[in-house]
């Protein structure tokens, strides 16, 4: 499975609307948007999990595409390194 990053959703942005966005291209195995923890509303990012071709073809399909009116970033995970890093 790869781990997709999805970049610049809207802040009203739910977990069930990109799994919809999302299903176009695959079966989506895991997903977690990022929340403020005082609003509760997306803050513009989360993960999304699929298949390894399914993953490609979802980037190809939506990277750079309007969503909501906003650009999407949709490209796989990096794995980040340092002490920021939290896991």
Do not use: W
Not at 3 to 9: D, I, K, P, T
Not at 16 to 40: E, K
């Amino acid at each position: 499975m790869k781990r997709l990053y999805v970049g610049n959703l809207p802040s009203d942005a739910t977990e069930d609307s990109v799994t919809t966005l999302f299903s176009q291209y695959g079966t989506v195995r895991s997903i977690q948007l990022v929340a403020d923890i005082f609003s509760g509303k997306c803050r513009g990012f989360g993960f999304v999990g699929m298949e390894g071709h399914e993953a490609r073809a979802a980037i190809a399909g939506l990277d750079g595409n309007l969503y909501c009116g906003k650009p999407l970033k949709v490209k796989f995970e990096e794995a980040g390194t340092g002490r920021n890093m939290r896991r």
